[in-house]
């Protein structure tokens, strides 16, 4: 009978990456001034999560697979690794749209 040993590896995920950690690791991602203040706008390939969005320009689905962009405001990026609940802003806009909505004013 031989006791099972526990991974050593437990207790470290609670250190939370700088700011300049988290420019790094999402590399696509610009800042974008606008009327309504700053915001990150990130492109996606559109490969992966396999969600359907619904695009707040147009107010159409935008399906899995089709590249678009995600945008958040800049100041929610500190508050969601502060333990926040930011992220749930993020919003899925199809690419032009979101050009469609900076050129507006
Ligand atoms: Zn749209």
């Not at 006791?3 to 990456?17: H, K, M």
């Not at 001034?33 to 559109?46: E, K, L, Q, T």
């Not at 929610?76 to 909505?101: F, I, K, M, V, Y």
């Amino acid at each position: 009978m031989s006791p099972r040993r526990n991974e050593p590896r437990a207790g470290r995920s609670d250190r939370r990456p700088e700011p300049r950690d988290v420019e790094k690791a999402f590399g696509h991602q610009r800042i974008e001034s606008a009327p309504d203040g700053d915001w990150i706008v990130r492109s996606v390939a559109g490969a992966g999560s396999g969600k359907t969005y619904r695009c707040p320009g147009c107010a159409q689905e935008i399906r899995p697979g089709v590249p678009h962009v995600v945008a958040w405001p800049a100041d929610t990026e500190q508050a969601a690794w502060s333990g926040g609940s930011g992220l749930e802003d993020r919003r899925h806009w199809h690419t032009p749209c979101w050009n469609a909505r900076s050129r507006r004013r």
